[in-house]
Every structure is written in structure tokens, then in C-alpha cells.
């Protein structure tokens, strides 16, 4: 069972360019969302998707967008990047998006940097 | 609203001691409270989780938690600290029905000597 699988691991871009970040989980959860993690500031929720055709912002949302075509991936596309993006991206899943007593599940993780 | 406070950035504790990781929340609905452990250049991984009924969890790798809902606490123990639980640990809240969101704190990173 590969769990939550994302894509690349690293990644430079330069400023202006666009990217896509990719997750897909085989544990059939409805809920994924994406977080960036900054030193010093724990992780912070970009978007998140309760089921297949339904995104939502989180508290950081500028220069992402995501769409969620399929219950399997929910794909985080940066738009122009900037220096400010630089960070670490976690994709997560969780069984269901309503009952917060479901744990969510992390990948490892997409390091990513802009020159 | 709700928010997690995990007060300092960094705990170091000698081999064999006790480990004690603090976590206030606030939550304007009754919580569920998460804690999650980050080994360097991996993903977060469970630790143990508060939903309902025993207020004291737990956990994977002898770790345990104590809800204390009068307090608004959610703090993290371990008897004896071992090399390998060195690692960032994030305290974690999240609302109990709807779209609620997981709102982490800003982690504690854990080193452990010899």
C-alpha cells in the first residue's frame, strides 16, 4: 500500500516559471489537502478538497491552484513563481473531511526552490 | 476560530530523561487533538490523537498525551528519552464535524544527548 505519493521530491525553478506538484493516495479517501512548511512556522494549509469536483482555499492560497478531476490525485499547480515559494509541500489525506477525528496521512514531501 | 500554541522552538533533554512537549489550544467547538512527529526530510507521521472518551492517549514509541479540557492542554510525554526520538514534533487541533480543517502549531524540535 503506497499511501500518499508525491511528485517530484526536489525541484528549482527559476522566477516567472509555472510547475506542477503532484499527490495521488490509494487508500480512497475523500479528503487531501496541501500544506507548505516554513521554518519557524509549522505547517500552513494552501487547499484542500473534500471529494472529487470540490476545492476549497486554506489560509495561505495565492499563487496556487488546484483541482481535484478524480478521488485518487488532487495536483497543486504553481502559477508564476516566486522567491516567497521557496518552501517545503506536503500533500495529506484523510478518510472523510467532516468527523475531525480522522487522522490525515502526509507524503514525503516535495522540496522546492525558487531562484 | 482555532489555533495551537506551542511555546519555545527547541527542547533538549539527556538520554534516559523525561520528555515533556507543551500544547495550549483554543477551539471554539469541542476538539480533536492530534500530535504528529517529523524525522529530517520525511513526511509527518501519527503519533496518537484525543477524539473522545479516555483523556489520557497512547501512542506509538512509548509517547502518551493528556487532554485537559479545564486547562485547554494537550501536552506530550514520555518517560524515558531515547536517541531515536530525536525530531520536530507538531501539535495539532482540528473542530469536530463540517469542513473542519487541521490547524498545526509551529513545532518543537526535540534533540536528545547522550
Known amino acids: 500500500n503506497a499511501g500518499v505519493t508525491q511528485t517530484p521530491k526536489f525541484q528549482v525553478l527559476k522566477t516567472g516559471q509555472s510547475m506542477t506538484l503532484q499527490c495521488a493516495q490509494d487508500?480512497?479517501?475523500?479528503?487531501m489537502s496541501w500544506y507548505r512548511q516554513d521554518p519557524g512556522m509549522g505547517l500552513r494549509l494552501i487547499h484542500y478538497s473534500v471529494g472529487a469536483g470540490i476545492t476549497d482555499q486554506g489560509e495561505v492560497p495565492n499563487g496556487y491552484n488546484v483541482s481535484r478531476s478524480t478521488t485518487e490525485d488532487f495536483p497543486l499547480r504553481l502559477l508564476s513563481a516566486a522567491p516567497s515559494q521557496t518552501s517545503v509541500y506536503f500533500c495529506?489525506?484523510?478518510?472523510?473531511?467532516?468527523?475531525?477525528?480522522?487522522?490525515?496521512?502526509f507524503g514525503d514531501g516535495t522540496r522546492l526552490s525558487i531562484l | 476560530a482555532q489555533s495551537v500554541t506551542q511555546l519555545g522552538s527547541h527542547v533538549s533533554v539527556s538520554e534516559g530523561a523525561l520528555v515533556l512537549l507543551r500544547c495550549n489550544y483554543s477551539?471554539?467547538?469541542?476538539?480533536?487533538l492530534f500530535w504528529y512527529v517529523q524525522y529530517p526530510n520525511q513526511g509527518l507521521q501519527l503519533l496518537l490523537k484525543?477524539?473522545?472518551?479516555?483523556?489520557l492517549v497512547k501512542g506509538i514509541n512509548g509517547f502518551e498525551a493528556e487532554f485537559k479540557k479545564s486547562e485547554t492542554s494537550f501536552h506530550l510525554t514520555k518517560p524515558s528519552a531515547h536517541m531515536s526520538d530525536a525530531a520536530e514534533y507538531f501539535c495539532?487541533?482540528?473542530?469536530?464535524?463540517?469542513?473542519?480543517?487541521?490547524?498545526f502549531g509551529k513545532g518543537i524540535t526535540l534533540s536528545v544527548r547522550p
Open positions: 495539532a487541533v482540528r473542530g469536530a464535524g463540517g469542513n473542519s480543517k487541521l490547524t
Open positions: 487508500m480512497n479517501h475523500e479528503y
Open positions: 495529506a489525506s484523510s478518510l472523510t473531511g467532516t468527523g475531525g477525528n480522522q487522522p490525515q496521512h
Open positions: 477551539s471554539s467547538v469541542p476538539p480533536y
Open positions: 484525543y477524539t473522545t472518551g479516555a483523556t
